[in-house]
Every structure is written in structure tokens, then in C-alpha cells.
């Protein structure tokens, strides 16, 4: 069964039963490199990482930047936003900002 058809039969219960239904889709392979660097850091804040967790992970991301070599000429380009999908810790920052995005939402009458 794909997802198409899981959303459907999930969408017709849950109208055949009248129950509550909030469908978040993500497009996974752009979130990581979109979700600034701030958000991540608050969302671990809230979520109770250990302070000096999230101030290393800060001092990581703080003022870095990445250079490029044109014509003999390197040019330093500043990283505002977004965190390595390689990097081995990436999913567990992204599920808490994901998870705090979703739970400051207001939720009230939405749904299907």
C-alpha cells in the first residue's frame, strides 16, 4: 500500500467516525537546511536538552562560514541558516524543532 492510499483510507475513517484529523507533509529532503539555526537551539531549550549541550552546539554554528575559490579569488560566504543533513547529530535537532514548530501551533477547529 503507498501513501496516497494509507492518507485516504485514514482520511475516510476518521470523517466516517467524525474524529479529528491534522496531516503535516514535509519535504525532508529541503527541512534540514531550512530550519535556522535559532529555532533549533530554542526548541532544544524548551524540550530540556542541557544548557551546556545546546552552548556547544551554538559555539559550533556561531559565526561560521564557508569559502569558495573563483578564478584564483576566494570569496568567504557567511552560513546564516540550516544544519548539515551529513552531520551525524542533524536528526535529533530537527525532530525537537519539528516537534516545538508543531506544538506552538494553534490547533484549534483544524482539521479535516
Not at 484529523?21 to 542541557?50: M, P, R
Not at 541558516?81 to 530537527?94: L, V
Amino acid at each position: 500500500m503507498d501513501n496516497n492510499q494509507t492518507v485516504s483510507r485514514v482520511v475516510e475513517v476518521c470523517r466516517e467516525y467524525r474524529l479529528l484529523l491534522i496531516l503535516t507533509f514535509i519535504d525532508y529532503e529541503k527541512a534540514f537546511d531550512s530550519v535556522e539555526t535559532n529555532a533549533i537551539l530554542s526548541a532544544l531549550v524548551d524540550q530540556g536538552v542541557d544548557a551546556s549541550y545546546v552552548r556547544t552546539l551554538a559555539d559550533c554554528y556561531r559565526q561560521c562560514s564557508t569559502t569558495v575559490q573563483l578564478f584564483q579569488r576566494p570569496i568567504t560566504i557567511p552560513i546564516a541558516k540550516g544544519m548539515r543533513q551529513g552531520d551525524t547529530i542533524s536528526p535529533k535537532p530537527f525532530t525537537a524543532a519539528l516537534q516545538w514548530a508543531m506544538k506552538s501551533l494553534n490547533w484549534d477547529e483544524r482539521g479535516i
